[in-house]
């Protein structure tokens, strides 16, 4: 009985000595991870320009803490409702669009960065949307017109590979965005993914091959969530 005991004993003691290491393992990695994923959507944002960035620089050229400088140098941010008012105490970069989308559309946020190239400055905003199995999304840059898109990254969280997953992994697919017009005069249109081919230059780009839902998954979220954006802009060309 007596050796019985001294075994739960020795148990109690290494179930607590191992919580305690765990504990203090997820004090340790915990910030490290946070890092980690801040400095990804910084360079998820700043990709969306990469073509600006100084003198021809490429992101995987860049070590984190030159991605880190550049946005925290070059980059405001500016976080708004969708009526196009600015939010104050809100950190753009803090904007979780994934849960945004929950909420009413009155009730979002919209995270804004504006890059200032030195040059002239580039407007990138957040969108989200539906692909075949689960949320896509991406950052698209706009030149100082508000108009045309200066360049696009896309995401998604669970796209097939080889089919709807191309809208991350195939750069010639976000390449077609480049010179794209949301507006045909003063008139709203933005970009549509085309199946079967672009035909309109200026609002269309060609389809994935096999990926009908992704490809009208994007379209959906291009028109609507930059349309989100309008009400600000428009504040900004007057």
Same mark, same amino acid.
């Given at each position: 009985?007596?050796?019985?005991?001294?075994?739960?004993?020795?148990?109690?003691?290494?179930?607590?000595?191992?919580?305690? /290491?765990?504990?203090?393992?997820?004090?340790? *990695? +915990?910030?490290?991870?946070?890092?980690?994923?801040? #400095?990804? *959507?910084?360079? &998820? #944002?700043?990709?969306?320009?990469?073509?600006?960035?100084? /003198?021809?620089?490429?992101?995987?050229?860049?070590?984190?803490?030159?991605?880190?400088?550049?946005?925290?140098?070059?980059?405001?941010?500016?976080?708004?409702?969708? &009526?196009?008012?600015?939010? @104050?105490?809100? *950190?753009?970069? +803090?904007?979780?669009?994934?849960?945004?989308?929950?909420?009413?559309?009155?009730?979002?946020?919209?995270?804004? =960065?504006?890059?200032?190239?030195?040059?002239?400055? =580039?407007?990138?905003?957040?969108?989200?949307?539906?692909?075949?199995?689960?949320?896509?999304?991406?950052?698209?840059?706009?030149? !100082?017109?508000?108009?045309?898109?200066?360049?696009?990254? %896309?995401?998604?969280?669970? !796209? *097939?590979?080889?089919?709807?997953?191309?809208?991350? @992994? +195939?750069? @010639?697919?976000?390449?077609?965005?480049?010179?794209?017009?949301? $507006?045909?005069?003063?008139?709203?249109?933005? #970009?549509?993914?085309?199946?079967?081919?672009?035909? @309109?230059?200026?609002?269309?780009?060609?389809? #994935?091959? /096999?990926?009908?839902?992704?490809?009208?998954?994007?379209?959906?979220?291009?028109?609507?969530?930059?349309?989100? $954006? !309008?009400?600000? %802009?428009?504040?900004?060309?007057?």
């Amino acid at each position: 009985m007596e050796n019985n005991n001294y075994v739960i004993r020795f148990i109690i003691i290494m179930t607590a000595v191992v919580a305690l /290491g765990l504990t203090g393992l997820r004090e340790v *990695t +915990n910030p490290r991870s946070t890092l980690y994923e801040e #400095i990804l *959507t910084k360079r &998820g #944002i700043l990709q969306a320009v990469e073509d600006h960035l100084p /003198g021809g620089t490429k992101l995987n050229e860049l070590s984190n803490e030159e991605v880190a400088k550049i946005f925290s140098e070059q980059i405001e941010q500016v976080s708004l409702t969708t &009526g196009g008012e600015v939010i @104050d105490g809100v *950190t753009a970069e +803090n904007i979780d669009m994934s849960q945004e989308m929950k909420k009413a559309e009155n009730d979002r946020q919209l995270p804004l =960065f504006i890059y200032n190239s030195g040059n002239k400055k =580039f407007y990138i905003t957040k969108v989200r949307g539906k692909g075949l199995w689960n949320d896509i999304w991406a950052n698209i840059a706009l030149e !100082e017109d508000l108009n045309t898109i200066a360049g696009a990254v %896309f995401d998604h969280e669970e !796209e *097939t590979p080889g089919l709807g997953a191309e809208i991350k @992994d +195939n750069p @010639d697919f976000r390449a077609q965005f480049a010179g794209k017009k949301l $507006y045909d005069g003063n008139k709203y249109v933005s #970009i549509t993914v085309r199946k079967g081919g672009a035909k @309109d230059p200026n609002h269309e780009v060609d389809g #994935i091959s /096999g990926a009908t839902i992704t490809s009208n998954g994007v379209t959906d979220m291009m028109v609507k969530g930059m349309k989100s $954006y !309008e009400p600000y %802009f428009k504040k900004l060309k007057k």
